[in-house]
Structure formats: structure tokens, C-alpha cells
């Protein structure tokens, strides 16, 4: 539901990830803005011991603001990038410098208590850091730091979720909330040209969530199999109810849509897709809906239309969505 719509959601907001992307600014502003009063009051009160070590190096437990902003360091470490020119700015185990932020996690067991210290340090002492002997795979990594530039120009961070390199809250959140591939185009279907009872039917459609007979079942909801369409006894599916129904095929036909087009459900709302905006697309949704309306005017009102009657029905709705939508 919290999805954008164009990853098959409603666009509702998830306040606990608006939280976080909005939380996540207070770190930029440390590294971003070190003359603000903001940074100031923080340096003073949680980086006591050296003022030059990097926000993220700082005392991670203070009041329940800094503890919260602090538990989210690990957000703002995978959505930052750090250009390093003098390493001052950098830490040397945490930071997303070298590509990947887990790099050098593997370290922690061979590591002397130094968790937070810079690229800068580093370079002066680099295999004294370790109490015990590195693999060949720990001295392949940590020879990265030795060909990085040293200069005295301050390290570069950069924000990975936008192409001018800022921080955006709302790059953020679009990217927690989306996380994964999209596997089907699901903002065309909020752009055909019908109602909007029916676009929210057909992403229900698309993700599998209309209720017919097998998904009951899944729910716990037990009772002989039969389409109400066909009359057939067969546990009545989406791909069933909506393509391979004798009732379907002929509404369908009468259309002259073509049969590649209700091979599947996945083919007829690509189809839809490819003609958001014509007549044909729109016969499309509102065939789809028409069979969904039928089936339940059968299953709980006992009202029956024959073939005839659903496609005029059809027929009629497209006309009035095309010209009116």
C-alpha cells in the first residue's frame, strides 16, 4: 500500500521511513554545514576528546535525539561516497570510500581499538593497526589505502540517490520504500482512461490479489470448486476467470481482440499498457472488469447476463470512459 504507484502501490506515505530520510539530514548538516550552530553545539558535546575526527567518529550516546540520529548511521553510510583527497575527513573502516562500505568489516578480529580512525592516520601507521598477521585477502584490500591521493584539499562527500550529488529526503525515502527490481509497468495502469474503482482493481489484478476461488482457499476458506462463468467444475483462478473461461474467450471474440492478448493476465494488461489511451486499451480494462463485476453478480446477487448482454454492457462503458475520462 505505502508503494509509489509506479512500483504497484497506492503512494501512501510510511511515516516510519519519511522518518528516517528526514532524520538522516541532521548527519548531512554535520559533514555539510561544520560552521553552523548545529554542528557546533554537537562537536562541543560529543567530540570532547579531537574536534577533527568526522561526525560519524563522534560519541554515539548522548540524549534520545542524538542516540536516535546515530542508530540510523548505517542509512546515511550506504547513501553517501566519499572522494578522498587528504583522508581527514574519511574513516577508514566505515566510510564508503573504496566502493563498497563493507570492504573492510572483516577486519574487527584483527584490529587493535581503533575503530574510528581516518584514512589520514592510517596512512602513517597502516600495518600497526592490527595485533595479529593479515590474510592475503585483508593485505590485497588494506593496499588500496596506499594509492590514495594525499593532499591537503578536504575529502568530498557525495549523496548517491541524486545525480547532482545533494541530499533529498525524498530521494531517500523513494528508495527505501522501493527497494527491489519493478517487475511490471505499473504506473501506465494508473493513466488508462477509466474510473479510478477501476485502475485500483487492475493493480490488484497485476499483483495477483483478486479473490477468486484459489486465493480463498489460501485464506482458509473451503468450498467445491466451480466456475460460475462456464459452470465448469474447476477451481475457478484469475487466469482461468479472466482468459481460459469458455464465457471469457467468447466476450473476447465478439471485441476482435486478438488471442495473444488473454493468453495471461500478465499479456492483457501489457497490452493495456501499450494503449493507455485509445479505445482499445480501454476495452481492455473495462472487458477485465466487466467479467469481475458478472462473476459476483452470479456468486452473491444470482443475477445472470448471457454473452450478448456483458458485451454490450462493455461496450457501452468503454464508450462512455473514452469520452468522458
Known sequence: MCLPKAYGGFGLINLKLQ?????????WWLYKQPASLWTCIAKQ???????????????AQGSFFWNDIFNLRLYFQLSTKSVVTSG???????????????????????MLPCKNITLKRARSRLYSLFASPLTAVQAEKLALVSLLPNSSTPDTLFWRWRTDATY??????????????????????????????IRH????????????????????????PRCHMCREQILETQFHLFCDCTFAKAIW????????????ILSALSALCSHQQSLHG????????????????????????????VHNWIVHEATLFLKYC
Open 88 to 110: 581527514s575527513n574519511t574513516l577508514l573502516w566505515y566510510d564508503n570510500w573504496g566502493g563498497n562500505i563493507f570492504a573492510f568489516y572483516g577486519f574487527e578480529n584483527s
Open 282 to 309: 480501454i476495452y481492455i480494462a473495462v472487458t477485465l472488469w466487466g467479467l469481475w463485476i458478472e462473476r459476483n453478480n452470479r456468486v452473491f446477487r444470482n443475477q445472470r447476463r448471457n454473452i450478448q448482454g
Open 253 to 264: 471474440c465478439m471485441l476482435n481482440v486478438d488471442r495473444t492478448v488473454y493468453s495471461s
Open 45 to 59: 558535546l560529543y567530540a570532547k576528546r579531537d574536534h577533527n575526527i568526522p561526525p560519524l567518529a563522534w560519541n
Open 19 to 27: 522518518n528516517i530520510s528526514l532524520l538522516i539530514r541532521w548527519i
Open 168 to 197: 533529498s529526503a525524498s530521494s531517500l525515502y523513494k528508495c527505501l520504500v522501493s527497494a527491489g527490481k519493478i517487475s511490471f509497468h505499473f504506473l501506465m495502469l494508473w493513466k488508462v482512461k477509466v474510473p479510478p474503482s
Open 201 to 224: 482493481f487492475l493493480v490488484f489484478l497485476a499483483h495477483g490479489r483478486i479473490m477468486t476461488q484459489d486465493q480463498l482457499q489460501k485464506r482458509h476458506i473451503n468450498f467445491a
